[in-house]
């Protein structure tokens, strides 16, 4: 397995901007509501969540930010979401780009306007850590003299280590912290004819989904193959831009509580995008409510985060939708609502 090595002691800006026109913020803004287990109140909570915006969202534990689909647009902003498609952002993002704290790595589910959108690509610094699908790395990699230096390729079922050291002090110092990132299948469009053609046209581009290890390794220990056990660590699954497909059937056959390796946390891409605009719904690209439901069913995660929801106008089924579904389906304990600007507390075990 591949492995990077991050230091976030140098508490790196996230954007590039020189020189700097502002002092790097420390933190990240104060939650306006910070949510817990929706079942199982914890008060030994020591990683969150921080919901920014569409599938941006900031996940912190000892001293580490991982961001994902970083897309940074106002209401009223424009994206290119393939040829003739564009959407148009209805909301703002929790914080701004400018005035992030540092940011370790960037999990990017792929290269769409709406998850890694023109303003982000041109200001991030290009030594950025780029967690990515073989598709985006093509075009981040390669820009000449502008390429971003630093981007890691994961196809379906790769996995990275992800070593870090931060200046926190661990309350167990024999234990180090250690994430294991694993690409998992994910279609933009629906499998068929219209597939067939995506790949022909390059439209709309391939997207991977994660799923992310949080866990702890003592330095004594040889295994260094271990991925987190089920009664310690915390394992995240993040759809990314998918619809429901037989791939994903795969997922629960490697992750479940059967498997030993159970889905804390599952954030869920939904919206039922439909393109090519509101106005001329054909192809819906993201799940919508009733996918969404499917998906919970089958991965079964403790706890689901809808993000995704209503950020730009081509997303069709409203966050709405979705709880109905929830609560008609008697899994309102399962779920977790934020809204942009809020946490989701957990506790990564020891
Ligand atoms: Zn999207």
Redesign the pocket.
């Known amino acids: 397995m591949n492995s990077i090595n991050i230091d976030c002691r140098q508490q790196k800006p996230p954007i590039r901007t020189e020189p700097p026109t502002k002092a790097l913020a420390e933190s990240l803004p104060k939650a306006t509501q910070s949510h817990d287990h929706p079942a199982k109140p914890n008060n030994n909570t020591n990683a969150s969540l921080f919901f920014v915006g ?2 941006t969202t900031i996940l912190e534990w000892e001293g580490f930010r991982l961001m994902t ?1 970083p897309n940074f647009l106002h209401a009223g902003d424009h994206v290119h ?1 393939g040829p003739g498609v564009t959407g148009t952002r209805q909301t703002n993002p929790a914080v701004n780009l400018e005035d992030l704290p540092h940011i370790d790595a960037v999990l990017l ?2 290269y ?1 306007a ?2 890694f959108d023109e303003k982000v690509e041109e200001s991030l610094r290009r030594d950025l850590p780029i967690i990515t699908t073989p598709h985006a790395k093509d075009h981040l990699a390669n820009k000449g003299g502008d390429s971003f230096t630093n981007v890691q390729a994961l196809d379906f079922w790769d996995s990275l280590r992800v070593n870090f050291t931060t200046s926190k002090q661990s309350t167990d110092s024999n234990l180090k912290p250690q994430i294991q990132i694993t690409g998992m299948p994910g279609t ?1 469009v629906p499998p068929g004819p219209l597939a067939v053609a995506n790949d022909l046209l390059g439209a709309v581009p391939p997207t991977n989904g994660w799923i992310v290890e949080l866990g702890y390794t003592s330095p004594s220990s040889s295994d260094s193959s271990s991925s987190v056990d089920s009664d310690k660590g915390y394992r995240i699954y993040i759809s990314g ?1 998918t619809l429901m497909f037989d791939d994903i059937h795969r997922i629960p056959e490697k992750y479940s509580s059967h498997t030993g390796k159970p889905i804390d946390l599952m954030l869920i ?1 939904l ?1 039922g ?1 439909t393109i090519p605009s509101p106005k001329v719904p054909i192809l819906m ?2 799940m919508d409510a009733k996918q969404g439901i499917e998906m919970m069913r089958l991965i079964g995660a403790d706890v689901t985060i809808p993000i ?1 929801y209503d950020d ?1 106008d081509v ?1 069709l089924s409203p966050l709405s939708d979705f709880k109905k579904a929830v609560s008609e389906a008697g899994l309102d304990k399962k779920v977790v609502y934020l809204d942009r600007g809020e946490e989701y507390r957990f506790e990564v075990k020891k």
């Open positions: 569409t599938a689909d979401l589910s792929h769409h709406d998850h933009h831009d891409h919206g995008t690209v993201t995704h730009y997303f």
